[in-house]
Each structure stands twice: as structure tokens, then as C-alpha cells.
């Protein structure tokens, strides 16, 4: 079995900055893409930003400039440097992957979430 697990949700000020991580572990064979969602009470969830195995990254159009998604191949782990942090940021925050396992099955797998709360 497949797990992502998030880390490095929190409480923050307006402005201010913060790092998020998933790291799967388990039986994988491959991982594609890897994506960052958000959702607030009352919202749709939200894509964020995705980046592909070969490095390629896209972010949704509130994000751009502010927040950076990153990778660690080796280590099949995903990361997300926000920056200039505003409260409408504020939601729970999951990790999602199409991962290949042993099996050679591709499923979907989402991490438990992570609560992040802009405010001052």
C-alpha cells in the first residue's frame, strides 16, 4: 500500500511564509506528476500547482509569483514554498499523485491534508 503524507501546515501571519512537504513511501514502481490542492469551507477544492517527472511546473493564476512547487525524484517527495502568504490562502491543503505500484497498476493516492490558516 501507497501513502502521501503531508507535513508543514500551520498558523501564519499575513505575509509571511511557509513550507509545505509530502513524501510517499510504500511499493512504488513510478511516479508521474505530482499536484498541490487547496480547499476552503464552502469551495470547490482548487488545483494549485502540479509538476510533471521532467520538471515542468503550472500554478493556478491566484498563486503565480508567490508560490513555488519543487521535487525531490529520489526521494519521491514534493514540496511547496509559499511566500507573501494572504488569508484567502488559507484552506486545507492536499497532496495527490498517480503513482504505479509493484503491481503494475497506476492509482490515485491523496495525502491526509494539511490545515494552513493566514491570519493575524
Known amino acids: 500500500q501507497v501513502q502521501l503524507v503531508e507535513s508543514g501546515g500551520g498558523l501564519v501571519q499575513p505575509g509571511g511564509s511557509l513550507r509545505l512537504s509530502c513524501a510517499a513511501s510504500?511499493?512504488?514502481?513510478?511516479?508521474?506528476?505530482m499536484r498541490w490542492y487547496r480547499q476552503a469551507p464552502g469551495k470547490q477544492r482548487e488545483l494549485v500547482a502540479t509538476?510533471?517527472?521532467?520538471?515542468?511546473?503550472t500554478y493556478a493564476d491566484s498563486v503565480k509569483g508567490r508560490f513555488t512547487i519543487s521535487r525531490a525524484v529520489a526521494q519521491n517527495t514534493v514540496s511547496l514554498q509559499m511566500n507573501s502568504l494572504k488569508p484567502e490562502d488559507s484552506a486545507v491543503y492536499y497532496c495527490?499523485?498517480?503513482?504505479?505500484?509493484?503491481?503494475?497498476?497506476?492509482?490515485?493516492?491523496w495525502g491526509q491534508g494539511t490545515q494552513v490558516t493566514v491570519s493575524s
Open positions: 495527490n499523485a498517480d503513482i504505479r505500484g509493484s503491481d503494475s497498476y497506476t492509482r490515485a493516492y
Open positions: 510504500g511499493s512504488i514502481f513510478s511516479i508521474n506528476a
Open positions: 509538476i510533471s517527472s521532467g520538471g515542468s511546473t
